[in-house]
């Protein structure tokens, strides 16, 4: 009581990321007052990042009567070959919301291509040859840029690359 009376709103991001903890905490916090903002993206929700689980971002507006969802559906980062790609799988997805992304400004982009690969080995090798065949193709190494989520992920990639003198 004493910490629900100290604070008048509460905000919380990356509540895709929370666990079920942390929302009965909320909801003991929120439980006569509505000053709840929470920030998430449900298409982020796949990682299961400390406990969390997608159904809590999904379940929002079950759990805080009165909640109101707002959908925000412009992408200030990407291009809209991207976003069409991200949308299509979004679509598979087998629950979230059916938010569509759009891109804030129209560029040109290269159409992105899914390549599956059977392992981190096959993965570096398919991004060696794609950079070795962009440099044959007319773009410098110093205008090519692999983007990861986490530094480690390119462990692998920067081993192969060196050995290839990139």
């Given at each position: 009581d004493e910490v629900r009376?100290?604070?008048?709103?509460?905000?919380?991001?990356?509540?895709?990321?929370?666990?079920?903890?942390?929302?009965?905490?909320?909801?003991?916090?929120?439980r006569h007052d509505d000053r709840i903002t929470v920030v998430g993206d449900d298409a982020q929700a796949i990682y299961s990042f400390r406990a969390s689980d997608p159904r809590h971002i999904l379940d929002f507006e079950a759990d805080f009567a009165g909640a109101t969802t707002l959908q925000l559906t412009?992408?200030?980062?990407?291009?809209?070959?991207?976003?069409?790609?991200?949308?299509?799988l979004a679509d598979d997805a087998?629950?979230?919301?059916?938010?569509?992304?759009r891109a804030a400004t129209p560029a040109p982009a290269t159409l992105p291509r899914m390549v599956r690969c059977a392992d981190e080995d096959h993965q570096?090798?398919?991004?060696?040859?794609?950079?070795?065949?962009?440099?044959?193709?007319?773009?410098?190494?110093?205008?090519?840029?692999?983007?990861?989520?986490?530094?480690?992920?390119?462990?692998?990639?920067?081993?192969?690359?060196?050995?290839?003198?990139?």
């Open positions: 009376k100290a604070y008048r709103w509460f905000t919380v991001d990356e509540y895709q990321d929370v666990n079920a903890l942390q929302v009965e905490l909320l909801q003991l916090l929120r412009v992408n200030y980062r990407s291009t809209q070959a991207i976003l069409d790609t991200a949308n299509t087998p629950a979230g919301f059916s938010t569509r992304l570096s090798q398919i991004v060696c040859e794609e950079v070795l065949a962009q440099r044959e193709a007319g773009v410098a190494l110093q205008e090519q840029a692999v983007l990861v989520r986490a530094a480690h992920h390119s462990d692998r990639l920067e081993i192969d690359l060196g050995r290839r003198g990139i």
